[in-house]
């Protein structure tokens, strides 16, 4: 495996989770492009761990995926609430979160 090769990997896949996050509307959208975000500094924390025979990339890469499935937790909790209050996951509304 040519750790070089997989930063790239992963840079591709955080740049295509930061664009979508910056031009998407949508809230789902754009949680979805986050998760991604966060699945690419996975990827390269696993390979550097892999590539220099520790096991701490893995560890960390363990804790980041803990706190991304309580954030899918609480974050989807919240958009599903928002769109069955308001009908619409748009981001653009400002007022989208007033009472």
Not at 47 to 70: I, K, N, R, T
Not at 71 to 85: A, D, K, N, P, T
Request: aromatic share 8%.
């Amino acid at each position: 495996m040519n750790p070089e090769m997989v930063a790239l990997l992963a840079a591709v896949l955080f740049v295509l989770g930061a664009v979508g996050v910056l031009i998407r509307r949508n809230a789902l959208v754009i949680f979805m492009c986050v998760e991604l975000m966060l699945n690419s500094a996975n990827l390269l924390l696993v390979s550097f761990a892999y590539a220099h025979g520790s096991l701490d990339g893995q560890v960390a890469a363990f804790f980041v995926m803990v706190v991304a499935a309580a954030e899918v937790v609480v974050g989807l909790s919240i958009i599903v609430s928002v769109y069955r209050s308001r009908r619409t996951t748009s981001v653009d509304a400002p007022d989208l979160l007033k009472l």
